[in-house]
């Protein structure tokens, strides 16, 4: 008994050893990984996933993500077609999303005069008559990104401290001009260009908008927000009479050129806030025929009447691979902007205490709009800067969620979100309203904030992303492009920094974590869009759009940001950008730093 007894447990480990063996042997075990289309290692990769927060390497197969881990473990994907990037170290995130942005104007800009780029007045007449020089009589010249805050000298006369019109009707007496401010919320128009729109020292000024006037009661060119709008629509009318090929050859290079301009900076995903339903319908033609961005359109720019006859039947949800949707309306214009001192507020600006600012959409107009949202599961993006805006825009929204118990679910924002009243500061996250902000614009504005508004105004009420935040409200990041340059570096670091100027610094109590930044970016822009499912971190399964960055965002000197650059832009899997000098990047190196931001909104 004793020897059968030693023996069993010998009998029984060869038999497991055996077992355990066996299927080594057999053809097909191991199964072996489908080889992957694209693999990166050797990388610092950070998923936003909480089950696996970082990794090495990743592998993409049809477009989406095979699988995260190890270069070992990722290894295991690498076939004979698989493409390899070895990033030496390179910071790897999920898809950076434009969460607030323009496409077709983004593209029509950099067509454009830079006009943004000019010091002075003098400047911008002369950058007009040198393209005066090169166009056809009666071909518009258009510029965009001036502020008359940002010129080095106040022009001599003036109103307001903005410029008299005589040195830019001479510089260009027939052809007319269009000179947008960086905000879009203002335009200077010549002579020309005030007699297409109809507008003479008679026109009143419209409901949201108001024309400025010399002492003899003419119009000096500059039209604020709605008022604006009848050179806009000769603009339109000129650029609609252009041969048909010219003008649809036009449109899709000024698309391209707004696409890889995106990719270029490490966007994924572009919001674009406003498009009527005819540029919805050619914006879809050219994504069915491939487009490299994934675009999420909001509409806009239609009457009442028009989005309650036709919003429901313009719902569409991950046409072209996922390249196109449409399920929102905006922006709607509840108001200007600070720098044209038409954002609306509770009290007067304190440069200016005869002025409040304007409500331009009228909230009785915007109410209809929000209803017939709710009733079509539309998504509704309402700008708001000031804070009465905002006050006014959580009013509306509060009172339709109490209507409709559905609404909430939809998502709602307020785009930008800057100047809030302290009472409610926690109202967004008691009603899951969204607040889409744009880091950029607290840098961008910051000299201009404690002259309109006061200090106490600005230090209680001015970009509050750390009081919004810490209250669970859902907060956005992006540039509203092309108000601001699309790159997000400078407002990832002005996020994690607020700092502007020489040396100078924003409140900044109010900053972000590097992580909040870094997620305002990537997983809370894809839950703004209804794709937290398929976008915002480095998931297997979910699609595989990443951001290469030459640096650690997380972890790098706060001075070194600045310094960062997109190596790569992956899109499905595809590497729709690669710097030029990619190839060649090594951990630790550093980049040139980019010139200052200097934009107001």
């Known amino acids: 008994m004793r020897a059968i007894s030693l023996l069993f447990p010998i009998t029984l480990l060869a038999a497991a050893s055996a077992a355990l063996a066996g299927p080594a042997s057999v053809a097909g075990f191991p199964p072996k990984l489908a080889a992957a289309d694209l693999v990166l290692r050797d990388a610092v990769v950070v998923t936003l996933d909480p089950l696996q927060p970082q990794a090495q390497a990743i592998a993409m197969r049809d477009g989406k993500i095979e699988a995260v881990g190890s270069n070992a473990a990722i290894g295991h994907y690498i076939g004979k077609g698989t ?241 196109f949707t449409v399920r929102g309306i905006g922006e709607v214009t509840s108001d200007g902007a600070l720098g044209t001192r038409s954002a609306w507020f509770t009290r007067p600006y304190s440069d200016a205490p005869e002025i409040t600012g304007k409500n331009v959409v009228p909230m009785t107009d915007i109410a209809q709009m929000a209803r017939i949202a709710a009733r079509d599961g539309f998504q509704v993006s309402v700008h708001a800067i000031g804070d009465r805006a905002n006050h006014e825009t959580l009013d509306l929204f509060q009172q339709i969620f109490d209507e409709d118990p559905a609404a909430p679910a939809l998502r709602w924002r307020i785009e930008h979100a800057q100047h809030l009243l302290p009472e409610d500061l926690p109202r967004l996250a008691q009603l899951g309203v969204i607040a889409s902000m744009q880091s950029i614009h607290a840098c961008s504005d910051a000299p201009m904030v404690v002259p309109r508004l006061g200090e106490e105004r600005a230090r209680t009420g001015a970009y509050m992303w750390h009081a919004l935040i810490g209250s669970g409200a859902m907060v956005l990041d992006g540039t509203d492009t092309p108000v601001e340059d699309t790159n997000p570096i400078p407002s990832f670091y002005c996020g994690v920094t607020r700092a502007y100027g020489h040396g100078k610094t924003f409140f900044p109590a109010q900053v972000k974590t590097r992580e909040e930044e870094l997620r305002s970016y990537t997983w809370n822009n894809a839950y703004a869009i209804f794709e937290d499912h398929e976008l915002g971190s480095l998931t297997p399964g979910k699609l595989a759009d990443l951001t290469v960055f030459s640096g650690n965002l997380l972890t790098m000197p706060a001075d070194h940001i600045l310094r960062t650059r997109v190596l790569y832009t992956i899109v499905g899997g595809k590497v729709e950008y690669t710097h030029p000098k990619a190839a060649s990047w090594r951990s630790g190196q550093l980049f040139e730093a980019m010139p200052e931001f200097n934009h107001v909104n």
């Not at 493409?83 to 593209?107: N, R, S, Y």
């Not at 000096?220 to 649809?248: C, E, F, H, N």
């Not at 069915?288 to 006859?309: C, F, H, K, M, T």
């Not at 036709?310 to 072209?320: E, H, V």
């Open 83 to 323: 493409k390899v990037l070895d990033l030496h170290g390179a910071f790897v995130t999920p898809g950076f999303i434009e969460g607030h942005g323009h496409l077709m104007q983004t593209g029509e800009s950099l067509t454009q005069l830079n006009v943004g780029a000019a010091t002075n007045w003098d400047d911008i007449v002369a950058m007009v008559k040198a393209a005066v020089a090169k166009a056809k009589p009666g071909e518009w010249i258009v510029g965009k990104g001036w502020l008359e805050t940002k010129w080095d000298r106040v022009p001599q006369p003036n109103v307001l401290g903005l410029p008299l019109p005589a040195s830019l009707d001479a510089a260009s007496p027939n052809n007319p001009v269009l000179l947008i401010t960086a905000s879009y919320h203002g335009v200077y128009a010549n002579a020309a260009a005030l007699k297409l729109a109809g507008i003479t020292a008679k026109t009143p000024d419209p409901v949201g908008g108001s024309i400025v006037h010399d002492t003899h009661g003419n119009p000096i060119g500059m039209l604020r927000d709605t008022a604006a709008d009848p050179v806009y629509q000769a603009y339109s009318d000129y650029l609609k009479a252009l041969p048909p090929a010219d003008y649809a050859a036009l449109r899709r290079k000024q698309l391209d050129r707004a696409m890889q301009n995106e990719l270029s900076k490490g966007i994924t995903t572009f919001v674009d806030m406003g498009a009527n339903f005819q540029t919805i319908d050619w914006l879809k033609q050219q994504a069915g025929q491939g487009i490299p961005l994934r675009l999420y359109i909001n509409v806009d720019g239609e009457s009442v009447p028009s989005l309650d006859a036709n919003l429901a039947k313009y719902r569409t949800i991950g046409y072209a691979d996922n390249h």
